[in-house]
């Protein structure tokens, strides 16, 4: 079997949702080649994967620099056209967009079958089965599947040699120039800022002192504060499922919602109504079927936004961005303008969440839930680790939530953590290393082993 491996590189190293897809290559074929798109100097970062068996090729032109998710997805589109395969792997996202695009886009324009989100895969040589987020999936060779970061990338035999890298530029490859880098992508960002949403002052207490405090703050109400909405508002703008429709009226006079068709259905109906604006729910679902629809529409796409403004006629996208340690500001040229937003799941009062601090404690973690009637969530890293379903993960890659109290607990507090629980009244973390950054976004905090 011909695997084709699609990685970036990252201020110098492979992106670890890439060396994961890699590795799963290489436990599957002996016939793998590694394609990627970037500058030239990124050379000397690809040779070493040389040495574990895998031709490599460099994708890289002047004319590409700047691309967004569509013109990066169209480029590689071109040059993996020109090439022979049977399946593509490619990681679920990279760490510094975070937008889980280019692996649907990609398929698409190929037009073959996709799997995302898959945490591992087997194939019997006609068609590729998947352990995913969402369950089990099984589709035909051809096919693209993106990989979460669940295979280890192996280091090189010491007996190994070392091989060259391919450099394609556009002379090779054949790409329309008026769909690449700036000129190709309709997204563009219009600023950037770090990210300091959610900080709060932390008061520390004792453990003595956790149960009283719990029961003194179920007893107040919830908060209704709601963020302040655009002056103007857009005339129409299409909401792909209930999950958005909030969100749709803060910025629309009119929301017209849209069914979860296939995303041919909803290119076509959109292909023949022309709406300006189309918001979809940044749930598995909603990344995976709005990239396939952008890249039939030939649109941009702004990922996991969670403000949007506008001044009467465009949509202003914000969104996390480089695993959520700063806010980008984003607007599409192009229409119909399209968003997946995130939106608040449905959330008990109060939210126990436990982190990979307390990996060997969940008894204990389970029993103090029930004994304050709390729901229990989990950390990325718990998930990670096979402890708990992803089901139950809050964060940038889970699901956002907005609780009366959430008590956090072995987590560390990574920015893709705290990023989705905001929206909760209060906040209490336990944490054994006072200088855990979950303390900044705490409103009490309790320094010691649970």
């Known amino acids: 079997m011909k695997i084709l491996v699609c990685v970036k590189v990252i201020k110098g190293e492979i992106n670890p949702f890439d060396s994961s897809a890699l590795e799963c290559a290489l436990q599957m074929s002996n016939d793998v080649t590694v394609v990627t798109m970037g500058h030239g100097s990124n050379e000397e970062v690809l040779k070493p994967l040389t040495r574990l068996g895998a031709e490599v090729v460099l994708i890289s032109d002047n004319v590409f620099a700047g691309s967004d998710t569509l013109a990066t997805s169209y480029v590689l589109s071109a040059a993996i056209k020109k090439m022979e395969y049977d399946l593509i792997l490619c990681g679920r996202q990279s760490i510094d967009g975070d937008t889980a695009q280019v692996g649907p886009m990609l398929s698409k324009m190929l037009g073959i079958n996709l799997i995302t989100n898959a945490v591992s895969i087997e194939t019997d040589g006609l068609k590729i089965t998947a352990k995913t987020r969402a369950g089990k999936e099984n589709v035909f060779l051809p096919a693209l599947v993106t990989l979460e970061r669940s295979y280890v990338l192996r280091f090189p035999s010491i007996f190994s ?47 003595d002192e956790l149960l009283p405090l719990i029961e003194k703050l179920k007893a107040q109400p919830r908060s209704n504060e709601k963020k302040s909405l655009s002056s103007q508002k857009l005339k129409s703008v299409w909401a792909v499922g209930e999950e958005v429709l909030e969100k749709a009226r803060e910025v629309s006079e009119e929301v017209i919602m849209i069914e979860k068709l296939t995303p041919e259905e909803i290119s076509e109906r959109a292909l023949k109504d022309k709406p300006d604006v189309i918001l979809w729910n940044a749930d598995l679902w909603g990344r995976k079927n709005a990239s396939i629809v952008a890249a039939i529409l030939n649109t941009g796409l702004c990922a996991d936004c969670t403000e949007l403004e506008t001044d009467g006629d465009n949509l202003i996208m914000y969104r996390p961005a480089q695993g959520g340690s700063i806010y980008a500001k984003i607007k599409c040229l192009k229409k119909p303008q399209m968003a997946t937003v995130r939106t608040q799941s449905n959330s008990s009062d109060i939210i126990v969440a436990a982190g990979k601090g307390v990996a060997d404690k969940t008894e204990k973690i389970q029993n ?68 855990a950054r979950i303390f900044e976004y705490a409103d009490y905090g309790i320094c010691t082993a649970f």
């Open 368 to 435: 103090f839930a029930k004994e304050i009637g709390a729901e229990l969530a989990s950390s990325r890293g718990l998930v990670d680790m096979g402890k708990e379903p992803y089901e139950s993960q809050v964060g940038l890659t889970g699901k956002v939530v907005s609780p009366k109290i959430y008590i956090a607990i072995g987590i560390s507090g990574a920015v893709h953590h705290t990023c989705a629980i905001e929206g909760a009244d209060m906040v209490i973390a336990i944490n054994p290393d006072k200088d």
């Open 161 to 207: 040699k070392q091989g060259k890298v391919t450099v394609l530029d556009n002379s090779v490859i054949g790409c329309d120039v008026e769909k690449c880098g700036i000129k190709g992508s309709p997204t563009r960002v219009l600023k950037t800022f770090e990210n300091e949403h959610g900080k709060r002052n932390c008061t520390f207490i004792t453990l």
